[in-house]
Each structure stands twice: as structure tokens, then as C-alpha cells.
């Protein structure tokens, strides 16, 4: 084998020969991966079509002289300097299980090219929205942890959260299917402690040397800067259908996780297994766990698309609200616990981040609240310079070998030094530690607190000298993890199967929820103009279940290809949403539709009911100001049919009167606020001849699901604030026929 560069084109090794379809064999058995189901995978990545659409290397010429350095010639993946890469999949660690190596040059010169990418917007969680509150501890943790904040319930800890999306520039729209960032800072006494999640529970990829890649395949195509906010292209299933072990992630972001009803009535989770370590130095494997009091609920993605037209700011608008009007967000936190002695008996790799711990094998034990309760003083002060990272840690909680948390130890910091020129970030009012904070570095841009004295170093003997702290003093002693191994680029046999869970996560699934997934899939892979791609995920699809390709593939008119699903997982009821209980109907907005001429004690009786159940209730008539009631009372209007949408509400009711029904009746777009959310399953309620509206909506279907209707107010409250706590009545069947 030639290894001079004019040879690079022909410059071929045995494990890069081509297969039919343009594909190596390499990246054949990288996609195979170590599950069952593999077969199917490398027969749907055969086809002339992937042959003829993948690039052709022509032989080099004679160079001409350049404008610049050429970034996409040759044949072979090289550095910035390049250097060819031989190994573009794995971060160089200690061990296929150990941690991940500084001297690693090509992985650290990629991620910190791709953490400089975007000026000034985050390259990710672009768009978010924060908040101030609490956190308390239930009981003291101190038997896993010598953190003081878990071990400390007198403790009221301040915390500051970002919720964000993250696929979409600063100025897309919340309601976009995507992940969600949920992140966590934590003032605690000993320092901050950052937990940096999301609101689905595992993600994409094992290794952080491919992050630059997912994110550029998601984000809009270079050439045309389209699609925003969408993985409904091109480059984003084609990057995923080469990478099996993202079918997992791919689960849940086709299903109602990736388009939450709100911040509110979300899940957060730390996606990574940390290390909890105590005063004895013994170590303790968690999962980090947020649950919402609400309880969670979603949009379905009609709502979705709706709402990115009529409301862009949706999310943020309900976060700002509800801690307004002093409904605060509230969050258990859970953890998941597990020995490091027990690890290696996990039937799974507990270190993969595509990876999640059942429930129903590890409990998740509520542990504290967080309580947000204070909205910014200044947006950009606070929610847009706050910079978090992985490894803000405190004593009592450290890392692990996961590869991707080692890769996001570098990158977070790296981003945080992109955004903003500088590492005095700390100094800004929303990063600064709430504990004592006593160092040596100064200056450079944004540094306005420098020590004071003569001396800038330690040791001296000539001005103040701070002391390094012991464990027992209070100072953060990493956990001495044994570590051995040759160095190489490769991953952990354990970490081969990519299939086993994401059939686990949609057997868990409702009927509802399966449809909504199948749904799903079809509107983004029905957008992929590539049949090759198109093949290749409905292989991995049929390593997952059988219904779910068989339904997929006939919606974009393909074959249906074989598999083998791992049916056998079973099914764990912690990951259906619809099988988790909602407590009640708090945080629920529901729209009164009402005119002049309405029933004003049944205004004011269903209004009561809902503020009672902590809800809340808009009154939308068909002009601003005041309507007129039935007695001359006026009541307020806070918004109208022209400039409000029923996906913007949780619920609808129709109270009684004479005149306002028969003007909503004959009111266009109040007759289409009532069919809509009829369509979306929501709870609507009449009563008396409100009820006429409903019928000249909705003719015979009345007496639907989550449809109430009583002869008063007062009488039908409270069967509707039970409909309001269900937030979907799937059982309504007719909701297809209605006319929109």
C-alpha cells in the first residue's frame, strides 16, 4: 500500500473496500452493530441508488496554486494540520471502558472547532428561557454523598434554570419536535454544581468525537441554510441511519416527549451516570431525574405546528406566567441508585449514554424539590449569559467513564470560552459561586475583580496564602477509579446492542403513543429525498418492531424488510406518558367562549371552579374591552376570536345566555375554537343552552369523551375539572370527522 499523498484517491486498506451501495465495509459493520437484527440492517444498505448518489474521488492533478487550504480533497478524513484520521468514531481512552485521554489532538481539535462555530448564539440550546427558585432535600444523602446540599434538609440551595430547545436558532419557535435542554445551577455552600440534561433521558451517540457531526446533520443544510428547527431532511437520516445507536434517542424524539405541553409538564434527566461518593470514599453510580409535579403531558403536532405560526413564544410565555401569577413550577428530584460493585451486573452498559436504567429494575427515589419562583430581572443578563458545564462539580459528586460525558468535561468549557472571549464568564451576576471564592487567575477581557497586593502566585511567603483543603476540610477529591489498559480508539463490546431499548421504550407505549410515533416517522422520512436512506432506516426500524416498519414502509411505498426484534425485553410502564398519573387540573388554562347577553353566575361559578383546582381561565368574546352580561354586570375580556387560537388553551367551556349563544353560533371561528380542540381531544364543557354551541359545532357528538354538559354551572364544574385533570380524552371517537 502507496502512502505518499499523490496517492491518496487509490490509497485504499483492506477495511475501507467499497460494498455495493458506495458504503465501506467498515461503516457496514459499524452500522451492523453488536444486536440482534444486524442481517436486516446490511441488506436495507445495499442498492444501486446509494451506489450512484455517494461522492466519486477523482485523481488528483497537478496542484494549482490556492486561494486557501483545500478542506475537501483527497480521499481520507485528516486534522486541520492534515494528518490522516484513522479512527473517526472513538476518543482515545485507557481501556475500551476507561476514561478518555487529553493527548487525544484530533478529538480536541474537532470539538473545539465545532464549540467556535456560532458568534455569539449557543452552537446548540440556542433558544431558551430561565428561571430562579430552591432546592431542598428531603433527608440527608450523607450514606451516598458528602455534598452538602444532598445532605443538608435545613438547606435551601438557589438554583437557577435554563430550559431550551436544541436544534433551532434564537429565533425559531418553541413548539418545534426536538429534545429539550433542562439545566440545572445549583449556588450551593461548597461551589456550583451544574447538572447539564435534557428532558429525554439518553441521546444519540456513545462518544463525543461524533457530536460535531450530529449536530451538523441536524442543523438546516449548509448549501441552503434549510430546514430551521427540523430534522426533516436529508442529512439528518442519513447521518442517523449510519449510526444504529442512535435508534434509541430516535424513539423518543418521534414520540410526544419531543413536543411538551410546557416547561412545567416536562421530565429533566442528568442523561449521564454520575458518581455519588461518601465520607468513607465509597462510590455510588446515579441517574439525576426530574419530575414535574403536573405531571407530564404533551401537544399532539397538529397543536405543534399550529402554535409555532400563532405563538412562537409559547413555552416561554408559560413559564413567565405561571411563576407571575405565583403557580410556581414545581420538580421532585429522583435519583437512581446503584453501587459500583453492582455495576457489572446490569444487563446493560451502564456507562452508554443511549442507554437508560429501567425503573422498574432500579427505582427512581424522590429526594428533593426544586421550586422555581422568581422570573429574570433581564433576559440577557441572566438566561443568556448564564454558562453552564459538566464539570462544575462539588465534593461528593464526580464523573465517570462514560465517553461522552469525558468529551463534554472539554467541550462545555471550550463553548463557554467561545461565547464569551474570555474565561471571566465567572464573574458575570448569574455564574458567580454563592461560596467563597480565593484564586490566583486574573486579567484578560471582562475582568474587573483582580486580587488585590503584591503577589499573583502560589506557593509564596510574601502575601496571602490560601491553603489547599483536604476531603475532610472540604476540598474536592477526585474518586480514585482504577484505570488500566493499552490506549486505543474502540469501544466497549457492552456498548453493541442498539436496538434492545428502543423496542423496550415503544412496547411501553400506549396504543396512542405508537400511533403518534409511526405518525411521526412517516411526515420525516416522507421528507427525505434519498430512496438509499430511506432503505436503511426502515432496515433499523425492523430491528425494533415489526408493526412499526410495516406501517412506516407503507406510507412511503417502499418494501417492507425483515428483522429481528428483541421483543423479549418486555415493557416498563415508567416510560409511557400516558400511563403515568396526573394529579390534577393544576396549571390547566382554559378559554370561556362567551358574548354579550351571557349568563354572568355562570361566568362566575365556572370560573370559580377552575381557580379552585388551580387552574386558570380566559374569557374570549368577539372584541376586546368588556362584554355585557345577561343582569348588566360587565365582565372582562382577555381575548378575542381574531387574535387567539383554541391550541393555545388546555380546555373550552360554553357557558349559558341567551343572546351569546346565538352569537357564537353564528360566529365562524368560534364555531371552529370549539372543533379544533374537539379534534385535539380536549375537555369541553356547557352548560344550560351553551350547549347549542356545542351542537352546532359538533352535531350528534356531545355525548363524546371528555365532552360534559350540565343544566348549570355549578352542577357541571366539577365533572369538567375531572375532564380538565385527564388534559386528553383518546377514547373520543369522532374526532376525526369533525370538519376543522
Known sequence: MTTGPADDAADIGSHDVEEPGGLSRRQLLQGAGAAAGAIAVGAAMTGGEAAAAAPTAAAPTAAAPAAGPPVA??????????????????????????????????????????????????????????????????????????????????????????????????????????????????????????????NIPVFFIQDAIKFPDLVHSFKPEPHNEIPQASTAHDNFWDFISLTPESMHMVMWTMSDRAIPRSYRTMEGFGVHTFRLVNARGESTLVKWHWKPLLGISSLVWPEAHKLMGIDADYHRRDLWDAIATRNYPEYELALQLLPEAEADRAPFDVLDSTKIWPEELIPAQRVGRLTLNRNPDNFFEETEQSAFHIGHLVPGIDATEDPLFQGRLFSYLDTQLNRFGTPNFSQLPINQPRSAVNTFNQDGFMRYDNRPGKVNYEPNSLGDRPREANAAQGGFVSYAAPVSGRKVRSRAESFGDHYSQATLFFQSQTEREKKHIVMALQFELSKVQSTAVRQRMLGHLANIDARLVR???????????????????????????????????????????????????????????????????????????AITAAGGSEIA??????????????????????????????????????REAFKHYKPIGADGDGEGLLSAALGSRTGEAGVVVGRTASSTASAFVEALTAHRHWARSGAGDVPA
Open 73 to 198: 480533497s483527497g480521499r481520507f478524513l485528516t486534522t486541520n494540520q492534515g494528518v490522516r484520521i484513522s479512527d473517526n468514531q472513538n476518543t482515545l481512552r485507557a481501556g475500551t471502558r476507561g476514561p478518555s485521554l487529553l493527548e487525544d489532538f484530533a478529538f480536541r481539535e474537532k470539538i473545539m472547532h465545532f464549540d467556535h462555530e456560532r458568534i455569539p448564539e449557543r452552537a446548540v440550546h440556542a433558544r431558551g428561557s430561565g428561571a430562579h427558585g430552591v432546592f431542598r432535600v428531603y433527608r440527608s444523602l450523607s450514606q451516598y454523598t458528602t455534598a452538602a446540599f444532598l445532605t443538608d434538609p435545613s438547606a435551601a440551595t438557589p438554583v437557577f434554570v435554563r430550559f431550551s430547545t436544541v436544534n433551532g436558532s434564537r429565533g425559531s419557535a418553541d413548539t418545534a419536535r426536538d429534545a429539550r435542554g433542562f439545566a440545572t445551577k445549583f449556588y450551593t455552600s461548597e461551589g456550583v454544581f451544574d447538572l447539564v440534561g435534557n
Open 551 to 625: 406501517e412506516v414502509a407503507t406510507a412511503l411505498g417502499m418494501p417492507v424488510p425483515s428483522g429481528r426484534p428483541n421483543t423479549a425485553v418486555g415493557t416498563s410502564p415508567a416510560l409511557s406518558e400516558e400511563s403515568l398519573p396526573r394529579p390534577s387540573a393544576k396549571g390547566r388554562l382554559v378559554a370561556i367562549l362567551a358574548a354579550d347577553g351571557v349568563d354572568g353566575a355562570d361566568v362566575t361559578a365556572i370560573k370559580a371552579a377552575i381557580t379552585k383546582a388551580k387552574a386558570a381561565s380566559h374569557v374570549i368574546a368577539p372584541h376586546l374591552g
Open 637 to 674: 375580556v382577555n381575548a378575542t376570536f381574531f387574535n387567539s387560537e383554541s391550541v393555545q388553551y388546555d380546555a373550552v367551556y360554553v357557558p349559558s345566555g341567551g343572546t351569546s349563544v346565538a352569537a357564537l353560533r353564528g360566529n365562524a371561528e368560534a364555531l371552529h375554537f370549539v
